[in-house]
T-cell receptor
Framework: NAGVTQTPKFQVLKTGQSMTLQCAQD?????MYWYRQDPGMGLRLIYY???????DKGEVPNGYNVSRLNKREFSLRLESAAPSQTSVYFC??????????????FGSGTRLTVV | GQQLNQSPQSMFIQEGEDVSMNCTSS?????WLWYKQEPGEGPVLLIA?????ELTSNGRLTAQFGITRKDSFLNISASIPSDVGIYFC???????????FGTGTRLKVLA
């Protein structure tokens, strides 16, 4: 099925461990995003990639790095996980739109727990 | 930074009742979106609004783009158990593809 695929779905890390969250979309979208979702705080933008070859910081980039590997794939890396990074992470994609817009297509999320 | 206030935060309603929720911003938006998130899934787009005053329906859902461009409203008529979930608003300003998300309204429907 067309859409955004995230892996893994669940992960438990020990403090200080590193890991990479993978995201791939098959809709030929130009822009991709990483959000984290915490209780009572809605969705907060971590990093985004407006187009292949570019990445920019969002609201809460500290402790994360990203790679736009190609047009389809956008990965999020935690170099040294901290308990404050326990969250649900969502990848999303969209067509580039500076006016109007069609919204995002979201993946089903990665639930990360850092102990 | 920009903030979106979404209310109510949560609500319990009886099946068959109508539901209203809203989202207000400190900034003017050119686009308002409404999403629904079910447990264990990512948000799914319900309705998109592109013009002040616009009223758009999607089945039992109706959303409006406020005249001031700083607010939006979502109504669900004759709620059913599968309406359970978290409803998010999101706004987009001109010249950016970044959306600001509200904190969500958690809806629970009592059969």
């Amino acid at each position: 099925n067309a859409g955004v695929t995230q892996t893994p779905k669940f992960q438990v890390l020990k403090t200080g461990q590193s890991m990479t969250l993978q995201c791939a979309q098959d809709m030929n979208h130009n822009s991709m995003y990483w959000y984290r979702q915490d209780p009572g705080m809605g969705l907060r933008l971590i990093y985004y990639s407006a187009s292949e070859g570019t990445t920019d910081k969002g609201e809460v980039p500290n402790g994360y790095n990203v790679s736009r590997l190609n047009k389809r794939e956008f990965s999020l890396r935690l170099e040294s996980a901290a308990p404050s990074q326990t969250s649900v992470y969502f990848c999303a994609s969209s067509e580039v739109a500076f006016t109007g817009g069609g919204g995002y297509t979201f993946g089903s999320g990665t639930r990360l727990t850092v102990v | 930074g920009q903030q979106l206030n979404q209310s109510p935060q949560s609500m319990f309603i009886q099946e068959g009742e109508d539901v209203s929720m809203n989202c207000t911003s400190s900034s003017i938006f050119n686009t308002w979106l409404w999403y629904k998130q079910e447990p264990g899934e990512g948000p799914v787009l319900l309705i998109a609004l592109y013009k002040a005053g616009e009223l758009t329906s999607n089945g039992r859902l109706t959303a409006q783009f406020g005249i001031t461009r700083k607010d939006s409203f979502l109504n669900i008529s004759a709620s059913i158990p599968s309406d359970v979930g978290i409803y998010f608003c999101a706004g987009q300003t001109s010249g950016t593809y970044k959306y600001i998300f509200g904190t969500g309204t958690r809806l629970k429907v009592l059969a």
